[in-house]
């Protein structure tokens, strides 16, 4: 093989590396910051890859959302070199769709059931918690509304 050969080889190896979807093989918590296998073929698996869990930021703020075994992904690698890539969530398919496909919800789901979602059209948040919820403030809580207020539970305590 000639040197041509073996550049355009390379080239065409780095160009089909630049984007690559997959699913989580691995997780490792232990690494800082964590890191995920992907399997972007069947039997083919990265090396230890960094991956977006949100948003990372010093000064304003910082989400954490880590990947689980088995969610779709996508792989970038600028270079084309599929070790100095980074991993994307989340790609959804027929095993891991969307909690809601409405244009105007923003919704997180748990896997025990518990949702968060908020609806921009009607602006209303609503809060289904599977367990129980814990409120703490370091000085007052406010609670203000236009509308009726309502409680409901087995026991109310209120001091």
Known sequence: MNDLDYI???LQ???????????IQSV???????????????????GWLPFVGSRQSVSSKSTWEP?????????FSES???SMGVVMPSV???????????PNEHVTK?????????????SRLSLSV????????????SIEAVGDMKFKAARIDIN
């Open 80 to 82: 084309g070199e599929l």
């Open 28 to 46: 490792d918590f232990s690494q800082t910051p964590p890191r995920v296998r992907v399997e972007y073929a069947k039997g083919v698996v990265t």
């Open 110 to 122: 748990y896997s025990d059931g518990t949702m968060i979602k908020y609806d921009r059209e009607s």
């Open 67 to 75: 990947l689980a075994v088995g969610e779709g992904v996508m792989i």
């Open 130 to 141: 599977v367990g129980s919820v814990d409120i703490k403030a370091g000085s007052d809580i």
């Open 92 to 102: 959804p398919d027929a095993t891991n769709v969307p909690p809601s496909t409405s």
């Open 8 to 10: 355009v080889r390379d």
């Open 13 to 23: 190896r780095r160009l089909a590396n630049m984007i690559r979807r997959g699913k």
